[in-house]
């Protein structure tokens, strides 16, 4: 279940009733979108918890196992199917209307998660790749390099991401769970992803205070603090 709460409440005001919530978004209008992974669906309610309507299995290319969900600046959906190695977009009317990225080699392979920035580009976490992709609201690449995070040592494999976010000032927040480092990178002029900070050290140098094996990350936008969590949730 999807439980909703306001400010001066320690107790749920509304329940959502769903098999597997794995994303959240809300638009303009206070809707409340839920992607339901069991049942391969996005759930969309009102700001009353009344359900508006729900998309995903309406279409010949079902959802087959939908990871992740974005809502662009207009309302429109972006869901990323793991299952069918594709982006597809519905309207704000929750209509479908195409696939948005296929299967590119190199380029977006198996898409696990979606964010969106204010500028309504297209982040994509491939967990085939191990890297972020950026892409424009028409499914165009934006930038032709991926983002991809360091190891411990050269010539080792890319650092493996466990958490992924865009803040409020487009910039990607990341979990490296090969060095236990908490990273922030923004893509420059020219297309290419540039780290602003790491912070942390890796758990197994034995630090007061490292982080630990995290496996999710959260990010409040009006403070942009963060949340880490350790440990498996699936």
């Known amino acids: 279940s999807v439980e909703g709460y306001n400010d001066s409440s320690d107790a749920p005001v509304v329940t959502f009733k769903v098999k597997k919530a794995i994303a959240l978004g809300v638009d303009d209008s206070s809707n409340l979108f839920v992607l339901d992974n069991d049942a391969r669906e996005v759930i969309t309610y009102d700001k009353q918890g009344v359900l508006v309507r729900r998309f995903g299995q309406e279409i010949n290319d079902k959802l087959k196992d939908p990871t992740g969900m974005a809502i662009l600046s207009d309302g429109s959906v972006i869901i990323a199917d793991h299952g069918s190695e594709s982006l597809k977009r519905w309207t704000n009317a929750g209509v479908y209307d195409r696939?948005?990225?296929?299967?590119?080699?190199?380029?977006?392979?198996?898409?696990y998660k979606v964010k969106v920035d204010g500028k309504d580009l297209i982040y994509v976490w491939d967990d085939n790749l191990n890297a972020v992709s950026r892409f424009a609201r028409d499914g165009s690449q934006k930038g032709s390099r991926l983002l991809k995070l360091r190891s411990k040592d050269a010539g080792e494999a890319k650092g493996k991401i466990a958490g992924f976010e865009i803040d409020a000032y487009d910039q990607v927040h990341l979990f490296n769970a090969t060095t236990d480092q908490y990273e922030v990178f923004k893509w420059d002029d020219n297309g290419v992803p540039v780290n602003l900070f790491r912070y942390g050290r890796p758990s197994d140098d034995g630090c007061e205070g490292c982080f630990g094996k995290v496996s999710r990350i959260g990010l409040d936008q009006r403070s942009v603090s963060v949340q880490m969590i350790e440990g498996d949730l699936s």
Request: cysteine-free; hydrophobic content about 55%.
């Open 99 to 111: 696939v948005l990225i296929t299967s590119l080699p190199n380029v977006m392979e198996a898409p």
